[in-house]
């Protein structure tokens, strides 16, 4: 158990609902008395109604849950990544949007999930495969050896970005390089979170051959 | 070969026991949100919570079934010498 978690309301419904349907269920066990009329309706409720509840709740904290920072950094091999944005020093990319009240402590799923009307159910799917791949590939693979070689599936698409940063704004428009580079960033052909642009998004993003190809690490 | 299920008594006995190890697996994860609570919770726990419930489900059709099978084995009131 994680100390200083704190249960939302929904958190506290599903613990006390399964917390009473576990007497209904333990006195059923314990005092083993025939089945009667008055007994199934107990059992309806400890069976049925409460757990149907406590699932329900649990379900909706659950999905919740998997938007947190916190989540996505409990597979070892993304702790650096959680780690650096979430250290209030870091200036990656990463760690300066975690500072936004709007990305917070879900900063990892506002940036890496997709939009559109099926993006949260895409999003989860696509963590379904990297539950897969970390129980298959990287389980045991120490961080030395992860951290270099860990990549993103696809590069972050810009639209992830202009979700916020309109590109029609006149302020942005008036920065020289997004005026030159407005065609290359609309096609996908540049990335924002490029080493000319605006850097990487995590300072361990490229540590491999990417590194020496980009010219070296940035300061 | 006719299957035999076992007793209702049985049954919803072995309902509470699922139920009772689903519950804890489901709160788990709200207390310890990360992957593999979550995924216990989504998978396990959810699983082990519908199969309890399908088998008190079955505990109460069976009993409506053998109850209606009496009702329909009683001679009528008429027939009564």
């Known amino acids: 158990m994680t100390a200083g978690h704190d249960l939302g309301a929904m958190g506290w419904v599903s613990v006390a609902s399964a917390a009473a349907a576990a007497v209904i269920l333990l006195v059923h066990l314990l005092r083993r008395r025939e089945v009667t009329a008055a007994t199934r309706v107990w059992l309806l409720l400890g069976l049925g109604v409460l757990p149907i509840v406590t699932a329900g709740t649990a379900n909706i904290e659950g999905f919740e849950a998997t938007q947190s920072r916190k989540f996505c950094g409990s597979c070892h091999v993304m702790t650096p990544h959680a780690e650096d944005s979430g250290d209030p020093k870091s200036v990656s990319l990463a760690a300066v949007h975690a500072r936004n009240e709007y990305f917070g402590q879900n900063n990892c799923y506002t940036c890496h999930k997709d939009y559109g009307m099926y993006g949260y159910v895409l999003t989860k799917a696509g963590g379904m495969r990297h539950v897969y791949l970390y129980l298959t590939e990287y389980r045991n693979m120490p961080l030395a050896e992860s951290k270099p070689s860990i990549r993103i599936l696809a590069p972050l698409p810009n639209a992830s970005c202009m979700h916020c940063h309109t590109t029609t704004a006149p302020h942005w428009l008036a920065v020289p390089d997004h005026a030159s580079a407005l065609d290359a960033v609309k096609s996908g052909e540049m990335s924002c979170a490029s080493a000319g642009c605006h850097g990487f998004a995590h300072p361990m993003t490229k540590l491999g051959k990417e590194l020496e190809l980009d010219g070296g690490p940035r300061p | ?81």
């Open chain 2, 1 to 81: 070969m006719k299957l035999r299920l076992p007793s209702t008594e049985r049954i919803l006995r072995v309902a509470c026991v699922l139920a009772l190890v689903a519950l804890p697996l489901m709160v788990w994860s709200l207390f310890d949100p990360t992957v593999w609570p979550v995924l216990l919770a989504l998978s396990v726990g959810q699983g082990l919570g519908t199969l309890s419930f399908a088998l008190f489900l079955v505990a109460i059709a069976r009993d409506l079934h053998v109850k209606r099978k009496l009702q329909s084995a009683r001679p009528p009131a008429d027939s009564a010498p």
